[in-house]
């Protein structure tokens, strides 16, 4: 399928052919008819894209003090290479189209096939000709209403939330500053709820074509005086700030022809460096309005598909979706007025051409065929393959940052790999990963890879919660699997797991510390040893936001999600298995826990896992104790051994083992070593995690128990 994609490091626009995008349980697979390019956010996204690495952290310093943070935590070059890979990465453009439901998802309810329908969300609803888009941003197209028309619901929903900020009474006067696409929309939102308003723009067509569109009053200049003539000389009950420009002016403005308490709601992004004086003595009161409206930003309502009770949640973004449509179906917005280009999708880098010269226009629509695929093309072939299996011949499900930055550099120092097959979650990052990185076949799907005749071994890198499932329909095919961390969230998919193992395939998970360097050292400086291990394990681990994938559903958790390397790598340094747990959370810190785990052998291990604390300390630190030494390895770059009174002290560059283990992996595919890992030990580790899981709940010891002997 043809989709617009933008590579935000080089600032590259073209329209690509990728795989289709897979149904979603909670998602529609949607048909594109219309889409809209919003020239306002679009072209703001081309020129951070086109801007210069100084020129993008300007734009974005947000982004520059997070990733200050990760280099604080993980150090510059591990930082330096996830944000090059990210800065590297295609992203998807377009937010807002109309079009035909092509299939519907198993927790869907309320649409069929054929539906037309009109969807909403950066990075969901795409310049593409197929689309996947979570329920709460579809909503159906009442009838009478075009495609066209309906494929400005987006910005329809951002306009009405806005005026939803404002309130507004009948009768009121209100000034709306910026008559683009929103500003216009805005304009016969208010009309349609009786209000008296005045449009201002700097460009005189538009503020004409406000006045057409039903706007009492609409000029491109004077705006102070003619506000106090519109308004009587009380000033404005509200005003509606839609311009985009990082100079204050406008919101500075917007305070000076307020009325005494009026209100100034900001839907644009404008400079906010505010005169105080002005807001002070008319006590006025300004909002921000958050785009479409309630439930944006929040990934349990757009892509969980957790709606909000209509008794205490009236407008979501979704309703304000469908309030939108509801008013041009009543010919009280007429988007259709607004259009000033089309072009077809495959035409669709002309569009963005034309934006670029500044030549003048507004809506300008991207349109596609009527076609409607029963089976849309989830696989693309860049490469020819061979049919025989061999176990050198490698695919990965998932391909996200560590994959593509850590799991292929490794793979690629071993002689004789090929690779097979990459799938990812959209079309365009697996285009982008076949063709930088030389993947024979592209998709969307994870069948492409594990049908696929000549793959000996699959990498999984995807979201927690598919690890099991994937992992247990590889090695069911013959395939060897590496898995990341966790191999399981819960009993019953590692159980799956472990079932389809015995099918005497290579299984492995990314528990790589018992491979690191500094930690082989380690090992080696205990032996021999006569009896147990006492072992302190501390990570400052540091906070990650709660709306987070890895706190949601599919990441099960940092407990479920991380901890198991560090029980893994106590695991390793004694030899044995963990037997029983105990553990308990800080008050209001699920993430801060302090776990003591009793091993076989009689050793014993703590972790102190924090989320509290500081970055600017290392992350990881390990001290062993057996009779007469002591073994202290700081973040896996200082390692010190103590023996007879005697301290001797190793440093080294950080290696955590991730390309030991990879070599490890493929070497036992080959046939020429044991797992890298036993099986027993990846199912007591994981286990462990889950038996800490109801430690912390009960406050209880919790035995681990086993389904292999």
Known sequence: MKQVEQNYRSGELKVVDTPAPRLNDGALLVATRVSLISSGNEKQLMDIAKASLAGKAMARPDLVRRVIRNVQRDGLRPTMEKVIAKLDTPIPLGYSLAGEVLAVGRRVGGFAVGDRIACAGSGLANHAEINSVPKNLTVRIPDGVSDEDASFVTLGAIALQGVRQVAPTLGEKIVVMGLGLIGLLTVQLLKANGCRVLGFDPNAERAKLAKELGADVAVCEGLAAVASGFTEGQGADAVIVVASTQSSEPVNVAAEISRLKGRIVIVGLVGMNL?????????????????????RHDPSYEIAGHDYPLPYVRWTEQ????????????????????????????????????????????????????ASPEHPERRIALAPQQDEIDPSTVAFIGFGNYAKGVLLPALRKIAGVKLATVVTSTGLSARHAGEKFGFATIATESEAAIENSSVGAVFIATRHDTHAPLAAAALNAGKHVFCEKPLALDDSGLDEVLAAAASRKVLTVGFNRRFAPSLVSAKAALEPRPGPLVMIYRVNAGAIPADSWVQRDEGGGRIVGEICHFVDALTWLCGSLPIEVAAVAARGHDDAVSILVKFVDGSTGAIVYSSLGDAAVAKEYIEIFAAGIIVQLDDFCSLAVTRDGRRKTQKSAQDKGQTALVAAFMDAAKGGQEPPIPLIELEAVTRATFAIEEAIRTGAVVEIKMLRN
């Open 275 to 295: 005169d105080r004086e002005a807001f002070y003595k008319r006590e006025l009161d300004l909002k921000l309005s958050m785009s479409y409206g309630p439930g």
């Open 319 to 370: 309703r304000n979706m469908a309030a939108f449509l509801s008013l041009v179906a009543d010919g009280k917005v007429t988007p259709a007025r607004l259009v000033t280009h089309r072009f077809a999708i495959g035409d669709a880098e002309e569009a963005y051409r034309l934006m670029e010269r500044g030549e003048p226009h507004l809506a300008m629509l991207l349109t596609y065929a009527n």
